[in-house]
């Protein structure tokens, strides 16, 4: 039974640029949330989505955005990078939107 | 009120002993309180969870003491061995009311001596 799954692992951008991360849930879920973690931090939630719409957001700008396929698979996007976008990007995926959350191994995302 | 304060930021035990982490919450509506552990360059893998229903839940080497009044919950790891260095967040949200998102801890950075 696959783990929820991330793609890509690394990734190095710069400023200004736009990238899109990838996540596939565990089998079974249909309920995906991103978190962001900086180095030496907790994760900070991002946004959940369930049905294929964006139902709890977190303080992030409208910088970061998503999107839910009707295969419960989940992108995020984040558009004009900015340094402080460094971190590590986390998928969790749960049973439903009250069931425990599974983490991903993340996206490492570098902004230069 | 959505903080989850964790202490200590780092903890250092010798292989057998036992670490104990510890957090505290603000907010009443929090209702699940899980444990994760994160090895350098790995997403956070799930350790044992409670529900303020029950004040003790132990798994294996694990355990989760809950204190409801003082609104404080702790990990226990039991002979802790070299295998169990990484870092360990607790959470929290309150599912029951609506609130999915986890509130993370700031993280226990744990070294376990052979």
């Known amino acids: 039974d696959a783990g929820v799954t991330q793609s890509p692992t690394h990734l190095i951008k710069t400023r200004g640029q736009q990238v899109t991360l990838r996540c596939s849930p565990k089998?079974?879920?249909?309920?995906v949330s991103w978190y962001q973690q900086a180095l030496g931090q907790g994760p900070q939630f991002i946004f959940q989505?369930?049905?294929?719409?964006?139902?709890q957001r977190g303080n992030f700008p409208d910088r970061f955005s998503g999107h839910q396929f009707p295969n419960y698979s989940s992108e995020l996007n984040v558009n004009a990078l900015l340094l402080g976008d460094s971190a590590l990007y986390l998928c969790?995926?749960?049973?439903?939107?009250?069931?425990?959350?599974?983490f991903g191994p993340g996206t490492r995302l570098l902004v230069l | 009120q959505q903080q989850v304060k964790q202490s200590p930021q780092s903890l250092i035990v010798q292989k057998g002993g036992i670490s104990i982490i510890n957090c505290a919450y603000e907010n009443t509506a929090f209702d699940y309180f899980p444990w994760y552990q994160q090895f350098p360059g790995k997403g956070p893998a799930l350790l044992i969870a409670?529900?303020?229903?029950?004040s003790e839940k132990k798994e294996g080497r694990f355990t989760i003491s809950f204190n409801k009044s003082a609104k404080q919950f702790s990990l226990h790891i039991m002979d802790s061995q070299p295998g169990d260095s990484a870092t360990y967040f607790c959470a929290a949200n309150s599912p029951t009311s609506g609130t999915y998102k986890y509130i993370f801890g700031t993280g226990t950075r744990l070294k376990v001596l052979a």
């Open positions: 969790a995926s749960s049973l439903d939107r009250q069931g425990t959350q599974y």
């Open positions: 089998s079974g879920h249909d309920t």
């Open positions: 989505y369930y049905e294929e719409e964006e139902r």
């Open positions: 409670i529900r303020p229903d029950v």
